[in-house]
């Protein structure tokens, strides 16, 4: 069970990383985490589906995806890893930008896909085990398109909110949709209007799930998303250190702000061994950050966790030196 008191997160009523401190910086309260959105990725368009077959069998196989994704979960947690962002409608299989491809858990009417939702239990089922809390991604730009129209969106949003109550989850925080400021075809999913639907999963869940929504990298949720967000997420796409630390400040001090816990789950910036890096900056201000790699077009079928196919195994340099780094901080 996830849960917030004041600007800290907690895991079954105790404080996430208790009595951690790393560099004279405080680690406790924080949710580390990763995007790992593609755990129940599919691709229901025959043209654009060979584009993501694996290199030694020449098939794309989402169940293989799901179970390699829950066979290295247990990797992730062992170096301090409490929490990944997994979508329903995924992310860019591709890196950045879509093309095509057609990978939703939701059907056109907002109806839910079983198929999904089994992958979906799956990974809900082990990270309860194990104590991670999944940062549940509704949305995504380029998927939205597909649900007819705007109560076909609604009805997405109370069916997956119920189920995700009926099945009695409570390790999961609620990402309405990612970076909401960006090509959403509806405009209940745009910047002026996704409040609608954050007070809509209060609603239905009585406040059992707590509830938030992305901007795009370097951008500053609204003050109306800032006051009824149960936590404020930022992403670092695009930001430097300085622009880390400007962004959490800027949130602590618009006069919407309460103490609730800022958390970056998006930054495709590395550095770990620099001597200031977005990681860094982030836990000097009392932030959590969330690491994003996706793979280059240079780079091996190792390389990256949004790209399709992804490897789920910590076995690139990258990811490599990111949970060494996190093993550090976290003590773990």
Same mark, same amino acid.
């Given at each position: 069970?996830? +849960?917030? =008191?004041?600007?800290?997160?907690?895991?079954?009523?105790?404080?996430?990383?208790?009595?951690?401190?790393?560099?004279?910086? !405080?680690?406790?309260?924080?949710?580390?985490?990763?995007?790992? &959105?593609?755990?129940?990725?599919?691709?229901?368009?025959?043209?654009? =589906? !060979?584009?993501? %077959?694996?290199?030694?069998?020449?098939?794309? #196989?989402?169940?293989?995806?799901?179970?390699?994704? &829950?066979?290295?979960?247990?990797?992730?947690?062992?170096?301090?890893?409490?929490?990944?962002?997994?979508?329903?409608?995924?992310?860019?299989?591709?890196?950045?930008?879509?093309?095509?491809?057609?990978?939703?858990?939701?059907?056109? @009417?907002? +109806?839910?896909?079983?198929?999904?939702?089994?992958?979906? !239990?799956?990974?809900? /089922?082990?990270?309860?085990?194990?104590?991670?809390?999944?940062?549940?991604?509704?949305?995504?730009?380029?998927?939205?398109?597909?649900?007819? /129209?705007?109560?076909?969106?609604?009805?997405?949003? /109370?069916?997956?909110?119920?189920?995700?109550?009926?099945?009695?989850?409570?390790?999961?925080? %609620?990402?309405?949709?990612?970076?909401?400021?960006?090509?959403? /075809?509806? #405009?209940?999913?745009?910047?002026?209007?996704?409040?609608?639907?954050?007070?809509?999963?209060?609603?239905?869940?009585?406040?059992?799930?707590? &509830?938030?929504?992305?901007?795009?990298? !370097?951008?500053?949720?609204?003050?109306?998303?800032?006051?009824?967000?149960?936590?404020?997420?930022?992403?670092?796409?695009?930001?430097?250190?300085?622009? *880390?630390?400007?962004? %959490?400040?800027?949130?602590?001090?618009?006069?919407?702000?309460?103490?609730?816990? *800022?958390?970056?789950?998006?930054?495709?910036?590395?550095?770990? #061994?620099?001597? +200031?890096?977005?990681?860094?900056?982030?836990?000097?201000?009392?932030?959590?950050?969330?690491?994003? @790699?996706?793979?280059?077009? @240079?780079?091996?079928?190792?390389?990256?966790?949004?790209?399709?196919?992804? #490897?789920? =195994?910590?076995?690139?340099?990258?990811?490599?030196?990111?949970?060494?780094?996190?093993?550090?901080?976290?003590?773990?």
């Amino acid at each position: 069970m996830v +849960s917030i =008191k004041g600007e800290q997160f907690y895991i079954n009523d105790q404080l996430t990383y208790k009595g951690r401190y790393w560099n004279d910086h !405080k680690i406790e309260g924080l949710l580390f985490n990763s995007r790992m &959105v593609q755990g129940i990725f599919d691709d229901s368009n025959p043209t654009t =589906k !060979k584009r993501f %077959v694996y290199p030694d069998t020449q098939e794309w #196989d989402p169940s293989r995806n799901t179970g390699e994704f &829950v066979a290295a979960m247990e990797s992730w947690r062992s170096y301090g890893l409490l929490a990944f962002t997994l979508n329903l409608q995924g992310g860019s299989p591709t890196g950045y930008g879509n093309q095509g491809w057609r990978n939703s858990a939701f059907e056109k @009417d907002g +109806s839910l896909n079983s198929e999904y939702l089994n992958r979906l !239990k799956m990974i809900l /089922d082990k990270a309860d085990e194990l104590h991670m809390v999944v940062i549940l991604g509704y949305f995504y730009f380029g998927q939205d398109e597909y649900l007819t /129209d705007e109560n076909a969106v609604i009805n997405a949003v /109370d069916h997956i909110t119920k189920w995700i109550l009926d099945e009695g989850y409570r390790n999961i925080i %609620v990402e309405i949709n990612n970076e909401c400021n960006i090509h959403y /075809d509806h #405009d209940i999913l745009k910047p002026g209007r996704v409040n609608e639907l954050i007070n809509r999963v209060k609603n239905i869940s009585k406040n059992e799930l707590l &509830v938030s929504t992305s901007y795009s990298g !370097k951008s500053i949720p609204s003050e109306e998303i800032i006051k009824n967000s149960d936590f404020i997420l930022l992403h670092g796409n695009g930001a430097n250190p300085q622009d *880390i630390e400007a962004m %959490v400040k800027k949130v602590r001090n618009s006069v919407a702000y309460t103490p609730k816990p *800022i958390v970056f789950n998006e930054d495709d910036h590395y550095d770990f #061994d620099k001597e +200031s890096y977005n990681l860094l900056s982030a836990i000097e201000n009392y932030a959590s950050w969330g690491y994003f @790699d996706y793979r280059r077009k @240079d780079e091996g079928y190792e390389s990256g966790f949004q790209s399709i196919p992804a #490897d789920w =195994k910590i076995r690139s340099a990258r990811k490599k030196d990111f949970f060494q780094t996190l093993k550090a901080i976290t003590g773990y």
